[in-house]
């Protein structure tokens, strides 16, 4: 694989809100992406990391309530019943070892499964704005693991492009519900060559 093929699916590899609830993701495919994760670049190879994958239906139901969607679109309340998600890994960081540049990791877990989802059609969002205590509960979560991040997953229903930045990084939608995020240019963030 090229970069033009890399950069094809990270353009495609966008935050998707709105899915397919009808199609749903095997408990392998999720497996599969943890495995992705597990392998990803980790600050001094502590791998702080764990995961939950949630596909049963009625869990994910309940999961889905402890997420905040969309925070720029305050009119929209997130995904209605049909449209919602069909599975979520949450991202847990594990208390006993040490906390070196876990956000660093976190990301690039989530990255990692994100793209490797969107080769396989699979749109994906990660959520930061959750409700962790809650969800812990929910979860049984043991003790010395932290909610750090979710990532739901569903098959898109929705299109998302992205439109050069104008002066307003808030993404937004038109009138058929096509969501639009802006993107600083290339001009603009390579300050120098040298
Ligand atoms: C660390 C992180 C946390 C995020 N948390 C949320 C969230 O809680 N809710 C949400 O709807 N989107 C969330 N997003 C998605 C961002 O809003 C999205 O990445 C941004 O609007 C750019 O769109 P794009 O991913 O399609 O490029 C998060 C993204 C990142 C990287």
Redesign the pocket.
């Known amino acids: 694989m090229r970069i033009k093929d890399m950069k094809l699916l990270i353009e495609k590899?966008?935050?998707?809100?709105r899915f397919d609830f009808g199609r749903k993701i095997s408990e392998d495919v999720l497996v599969e992406l943890v495995d992705v994760a597990r392998m990803s670049q980790s600050a001094a190879n502590l791998q702080p990391l764990s995961y939950i994958t949630i596909n049963k239906e009625e869990m994910v139901a309940k999961v889905h309530k402890h997420?905040?969607?969309?925070?720029?679109l305050p009119d929209w309340n997130?995904p209605v019943d049909a449209e919602r998600p069909v599975a979520y890994i949450i991202v847990l960081g594990n208390t006993e070892v040490k906390q070196t540049y876990r956000e660093v990791d976190?990301?690039l877990a989530?990255q990692n499964m994100c793209i490797c989802a969107a080769a396989e059609g699979i749109g994906s969002?990660?959520?930061?704005?959750?409700d962790k205590k809650i969800l812990v509960e929910l979860l049984e979560i043991p003790e010395h693991y932290e909610i750090i991040?979710a990532v739901a997953f569903g098959f898109p229903v929705e299109q998302?492009q992205?439109v050069p930045f104008a002066g307003d990084v808030k993404?937004y939608r038109n009138e058929n519900q096509n969501?639009f995020?802006p993107?600083r240019l290339l001009k603009d963030v390579l300050i120098k060559r040298v």
């Open positions: 590899n966008r935050s998707y809100r997420m905040r969607w969309a925070g720029y997130g976190a990301g989530m969002c990660m959520i930061g704005n959750l991040y998302v992205m993404y969501h995020v993107k």
